[in-house]
């Protein structure tokens, strides 16, 4: 099963960047660092919520609604702009998977991005649909059809070889409290992170969100 960013850096990828990127108005590179960052930590977070088994039903029921349909029509919902009902579900979204946790995420992403909080909060605005959309496809394509799979299927596109410092690093990232007192912390850790996964292929995403978390 490809990982999260291995799809982001596929062609399909690269055109959701680029049009997530013209869409709220931002730069195509800092759009790309934004995402490579934010959708880990998403799906960290609903893989949280899916440890529940009311968070695990509300997961199924989102993903049943976004099957996938919204990756066929790509062009036309990026043609002049993404348009208010799919902002209006990622708001919803973010809310329900990130809760009290959203400002303090946003605001991380932005300070290692080098990119305003709020232009981080319509990036993820948009792509939120996007992401949901990918995981309904999966989910589709993988046959997971009860909740108690759900954890499975979002651990595989996390990624099976990241190991305990990458997925500390996603969990520190969601105890973020807005106040930004986490982010010399978290920068630490995966810069530390970036060298020893040179040593270690198998560490795609800490070798990824290491060497995005160390640009200036």
Do not use: C, W, Y
Not at 6 to 33: E, F, P, R, W
Not at 34 to 52: D, E, G, H, Y
Not at 130 to 145: A, D, P, S, W
Not at 193 to 216: D, H, I, P
């Amino acid at each position: 099963m490809a990982g999260i960013l291995d799809l982001l850096n596929s062609d399909l990828g690269k055109t959701i960047v680029s049009g997530v990127a013209g869409s709220t108005g931002q730069d195509t590179d800092k759009t790309s660092s934004v995402l490579t960052m934010a959708l880990p930590v998403l799906m960290k977070a609903m893989q949280r919520n899916a440890s529940s088994s009311e968070g695990a039903e509300g997961l199924m029921s989102a993903l049943n609604k976004h099957d996938g349909g919204i990756l066929d029509n790509l062009s036309d919902l990026f043609n002049g702009g993404v348009n208010s009902d799919v902002l209006q579900d990622g708001s919803k979204i973010l809310g329900h998977v990130l809760g009290n946790k959203q400002q303090g995420v946003e605001q991380v992403i932005g300070q290692k991005a080098g990119i305003d909080t709020n232009a981080v909060a319509d990036i993820l605005k948009t792509a939120a649909p996007i992401l949901l959309g990918l995981l309904g496809k999966q989910k589709r394509e993988t046959n997971v059809n009860n909740a108690g799979d759900l954890g499975s299927l979002l651990g595989g596109l996390l990624g099976g070889n990241s190991n305990e410092r990458e997925q500390s690093f996603l969990e520190q990232i969601l105890d973020a409290d807005g106040d930004g007192s986490i982010v010399d912390d978290v920068a630490g850790m995966v810069l530390g992170n970036a060298s020893s996964s040179k040593q270690n292929s198998g560490g795609l995403l800490g070798g990824l969100l290491g060497g995005v978390f160390g640009k200036k």
